[in-house]
């Protein structure tokens, strides 16, 4: 099945730790982005990209990082500058193109040990 | 900012249609209307998009006012399944690989 693949499920950090979040798309979509969602909140945009080799800075981009070096990754890193890191992570994609919708992953849960 | 509102919460019983309403006022002429849902735990699932025509595919219906100020998403025949949080976004069409704004949304729960 076609679909967007987000791992781990869960995943505990110990502070001053880095630590990368996986997501996997086999939807030949052109553009991923990665969002963060708190408790009883709306998603926040962390990092998008367009296109391979090409990312840009959402809304809330200190203390991650990004790469795409292939077209179906888009892994994303939670850095120790991160104060606060404890949320749930979601990944999407999307066909590059106008009213494209998103379609995302199930997530994964980062909590600070 | 907020582009939408729409009430914190509903119910609905189960095999009835379930009415989500949402404003946006502020809506501008390229921006098409979203609706996404959110089952607990999980990533938001797209269900349906228009620009000022009703829409309607095998998940929903949905019905925009001819000032496009408003919408409204239909389930036709709600089941427990659909209990969610539900989401309405407005977005430009010429937005390439930009951000969904995604507020608070509706939660939606669907009684026996």
């Known amino acids: 099945d076609g679909g967007i693949t987000q791992s781990p499920k869960y995943l505990f950090r110990k502070e001053g730790q880095n630590v990368t979040l996986s997501c996997e798309q086999n939807l030949n979509h052109d553009a991923m982005y990665w969002y963060r969602q708190d408790p009883g909140q709306g998603l926040r945009l962390i990092y998008y990209s367009q296109i391979v080799n090409d990312f840009q800075k959402g809304d809330i981009a200190e203390g991650y990082s990004v790469s795409r070096e292939k077209k179906e990754s888009f892994p994303l890193t939670v850095t120790s500058a991160q104060k606060n890191p404890t949320a749930f992570y979601l990944c999407a994609s999307s066909i590059k193109g106008l009213n494209q919708p998103q379609h995302f992953g199930d997530g994964t849960r980062l909590s600070i040990l | ?112």
Request: hydrophobic share 30%.
């Open chain 2, 1 to 112: 900012d907020a582009k939408t509102t729409q009430p914190p919460s509903m119910d609905c019983a189960e095999g009835r249609a379930a009415n989500l309403p949402c404003n946006h006022s502020t809506i501008s002429g390229n921006e098409y209307v979203y609706w996404y849902r959110q089952i607990h735990s999980q990533g938001p699932q797209y269900i349906i998009h228009g620009l000022k025509n009703n829409e309607t595919n095998e998940m929903a219906s949905l019905i925009i006012t001819e000032d496009r100020k408003s919408s409204t998403l239909i389930l036709p025949h709600a089941t427990l399944r659909d209990t969610a949080v539900y989401y309405c976004i407005v977005r430009p069409m010429d937005n390439y690989g930009q951000n969904f704004v995604f507020g608070p949304g509706t939660r939606l729960s669907v009684l026996p």
